[in-house]
């Protein structure tokens, strides 16, 4: 899944001319392999869990509403889709796990370049963005592997999947949690995970939407491949690397296969032990799925007493 935050010394874009186009127009049907399918996998898999993280969890945000009501009886109730909540957040904390190998496997044994990580260029060029836009400056900033947009979309899936794994801990373990934290934290976490939730969802709907379909339609991450004038809308510095054949980091083998057998043992350890805490996250406390139905309560609000006194 795009999410990964350097650009593999050996996996870079490539350029791959389609074969039905004739050569003096190819320039213009070239395309470039720019997501490995691992990449798109893990996109894919980003993509159906949170749909269902958020399909499953704003209805409950609004459960005292008539639409709220409404969706979640039409999922099929509050107890099944909670139960759908969680198996997607599994698959989510799976998903990160995951992408944190193939993270650091990337840097420490592929020693890539970091192109996702921010720099104050980003700043620079969302600010040359908006004048291009607006019309008031003449040329559209030149970025490369990740533009601003891509890398505050990455960072913004780090920071939300960080907020909603340890909020949605506190709700899934209310009492391991409050064995530790005082009670209020719950409380306050569903405040935060709901918030954080609700803001995830509609920053996908409004700035990734925006960057993928509307701007342009962005296929790369189902098709793994991107258009020649898409690279030189979106990436023009990479394809001037790509062209000038720099865009690869030369790999000497022989330490990188050292590397790889100092990553392996480790990375394994450390996921086991990611995996094991996962298992007793999910399974330590019974928490309550069966939801006691709506009951109407009579509150007994004493009567106030009249200001001036007359009954
Ligand atoms: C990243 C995408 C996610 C979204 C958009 C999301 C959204 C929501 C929302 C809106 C609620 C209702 C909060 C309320 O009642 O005010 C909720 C509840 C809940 N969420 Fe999430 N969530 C996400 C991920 C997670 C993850 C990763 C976990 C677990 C690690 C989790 C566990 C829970 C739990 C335990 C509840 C309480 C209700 C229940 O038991 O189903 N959520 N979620
Ligand atoms: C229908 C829904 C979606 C579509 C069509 C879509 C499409 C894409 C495309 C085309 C890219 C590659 C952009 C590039 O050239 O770099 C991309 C990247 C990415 N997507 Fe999605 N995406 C969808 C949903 C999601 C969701 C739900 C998330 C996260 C919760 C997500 C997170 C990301 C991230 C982090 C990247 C890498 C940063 C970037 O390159 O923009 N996507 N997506």
Same mark, same amino acid.
């Given at each position: 899944?795009s999410?990964s935050?350097?650009?593999p010394a050996? &996996?870079?874009?490539?350029?791959k001319?389609?074969?039905s186009?004739?050569?003096?127009q190819a320039g213009?049907k070239e395309?470039?392999v720019?997501?490995?399918? =691992?990449?798109r996998?893990e996109?894919?898999l980003?993509?159906?869990?949170?749909?269902?993280?958020g399909?499953?969890?704003i209805?409950?945000?609004?459960?005292d509403?008539?639409w #709220?009501v409404t !969706?979640?009886d039409?999922? #099929?109730?509050?107890?099944?889709?909670?139960?759908?909540h969680?198996?997607?957040a599994?698959v989510?904390?799976?998903e990160?796990i995951?992408h #944190?190998g193939?993270?650091?496997?990337k840097?420490f044994v592929k020693?890539?370049r970091?192109?996702?990580?921010?720099?104050?260029k980003d700043?620079t060029d969302?600010?040359?963005?908006l004048?291009? =836009? !607006?019309?008031?400056?003449?040329?559209a900033p $030149?970025?490369?592997r990740?533009n601003?947009a891509?890398k %505050?979309?990455?960072w913004?899936?780090?920071?939300g999947?960080?907020?909603m794994?340890?909020?949605?801990?506190?709700?899934w =373990?209310? *009492? @391991?949690?409050t064995n530790?934290?005082?009670?209020v934290?719950?409380p306050?976490?569903k405040a935060a995970h709901?918030?954080?939730g609700l803001?995830?969802?509609?920053?996908i709907?409004v700035?990734?939407?925006y960057?993928?379909?509307? $701007?342009s339609f962005?296929r790369?991450?189902?098709?793994g491949r991107?258009s020649?004038? &898409?690279?030189?809308?979106?990436h @023009?510095?990479?394809l001037?690397?790509i062209e000038? #054949?720099?865009?690869d980091?030369?790999v000497?083998?022989?330490?990188?296969?050292r590397?790889?057998l *100092?990553f392996l043992?480790?990375a %394994?350890?450390?996921?086991v032990t990611? !995996?094991?805490?996962?298992y007793?996250?999910?399974t330590? &406390?019974e928490?309550?799925?069966?939801?006691? /139905?709506?009951q109407p309560?009579?509150s007994i609000?004493?009567?106030?007493e /009249?200001e001036?006194?007359?009954?």
């Open positions: 899944m999410r935050i350097s650009q050996s &996996e870079s874009t490539s350029r001319k389609s074969k186009a004739p050569s003096h213009h395309t470039y720019r997501f490995r399918l =691992n990449d996998i996109h894919f980003l993509l159906t869990s949170f749909t269902v993280l399909i499953t969890g209805p409950q945000m609004f459960a509403t008539g #709220g !969706l979640i039409w999922m #099929g109730g509050i107890e099944f889709i909670r139960i759908v969680r198996v997607a599994v989510l904390m799976l990160t995951y #944190g193939v993270v650091t496997y840097v020693r890539v970091l192109t996702m990580m921010l720099s104050w700043m969302a600010i040359q963005s004048t291009y =836009n !607006l019309g008031f400056s003449k040329e $030149k970025m490369g990740y601003y891509e %505050a979309e990455y913004a899936v780090i920071w999947t960080l907020v794994v340890i909020t949605g801990f506190m709700l =373990n209310p *009492i @391991a949690t530790f934290l005082p009670g934290v719950v306050a976490a709901g918030g954080e803001l995830a969802v509609l920053s709907i700035w990734h939407m960057h993928v379909h509307v $701007k962005n790369s991450m189902f098709t991107i020649r004038h &898409e690279m030189e809308e979106e @023009a510095l990479e001037a690397e000038a #054949g720099i865009a980091r030369p000497d083998p022989v330490s990188e296969r590397r790889r *100092i043992p480790v %394994a350890v450390i996921s990611l !995996l094991t805490g996962l007793f996250f999910v330590y &406390e928490t309550a799925i069966t939801t006691i /139905p709506r309560i009579e609000v004493p009567a106030a /009249p001036d006194g007359v009954p």
